[in-house]
């Protein structure tokens, strides 16, 4: 299957700093990628949809103000938590879908970025 | 409020038993696709099912997708201790293109 990769695999930080994580789709392009959170023994949940050259498209309740989603070129996304908090800190997993892929618009899984914030 | 209901939460069984994973919506899916995750990785997908009534075997794994497009199971028969993980189903409905929308997923301990 095609290769999506995430930056940093792990991260730890102080609060009130901001925090930046690469999603990159390495063999395709991706048009379309989409952030997902994901707590402890939970599920993933959507929290923004990001189309390449435009506006990301937040989930109800995920505030775009706190995170930044730019999707500049059709290889990579980024995702910059803005003043993280303690409760920020999750697994956050991007998936890109794009020019690979079946026509029901496979998505591919980046490994997660764990993200702790003291 | 979860779209995909997926259940049980938690199974523990023993080796050489079989199980069976549901996940239930009232909403139709235009696909619906089976993950399994470890801890601290990103799922890891199994299968997708697109059509109404499809089965799918994998090994010992078996999914189904029902008729209406609306639910699904997965089957794991003789279950192995390397079947342990977290089981997710996530559906892409039709009318939010792109979108998966996961269940709560359910946790699988197969124990020697």
């Known amino acids: 299957g095609a290769v999506v990769s995430q930056h940093p695999s792990r991260v730890i930080c102080k609060s009130g700093t901001s925090v930046k994580i690469e999603c990159r789709s390495l063999?395709?392009?991706?048009?379309?990628m989409f952030w997902y959170r994901q707590f402890p023994k939970q599920s993933l949940m959507l929290m923004a949809t990001s189309n390449e050259g435009s506006k990301a498209t937040y989930e109800q309740g995920v505030e775009k103000d706190k995170f930044l989603i730019n999707h500049a070129s059709l290889t990579l996304s980024t995702l910059t938590v803005t003043s993280a908090h303690p409760e920020d800190s999750s697994f956050y997993i991007c998936t890109a879908t794009g020019s690979r892929g079946s026509s029901y618009n496979e998505q591919f899984f980046g490994p997660g970025t764990r993200l702790t914030v003291l | 409020t979860q779209l995909l209901e997926q259940s049980p939460q938690f199974l523990s069984i023993q080796e050489g038993e079989n199980l069976t994973v549901y996940c239930n919506s009232s909403s139709v899916f235009s696909s619906l696709q089976w993950y399994r995750q470890e801890p601290g990785e990103g799922p890891v997908l199994l299968v997708t099912v697109v059509t109404g009534g499809e089965v799918k075997k994998l090994k010992r794994l078996t999914f189904q997708f029902g008729d209406a497009r609306k639910d699904s199971s997965l089957h794991i028969t003789a279950a192995q201790p390397g079947d342990t993980g977290l089981y997710l189903c996530?559906?892409?409905?039709?009318?939010?293109?792109?979108?998966?929308?996961f269940g709560a997923g359910t946790q699988v301990v197969v124990t020697p």
């Open positions: 996530a559906g892409a409905r039709v009318d939010s293109w792109g979108k998966l929308q």
């Open positions: 063999d395709f392009q991706a048009t379309t």
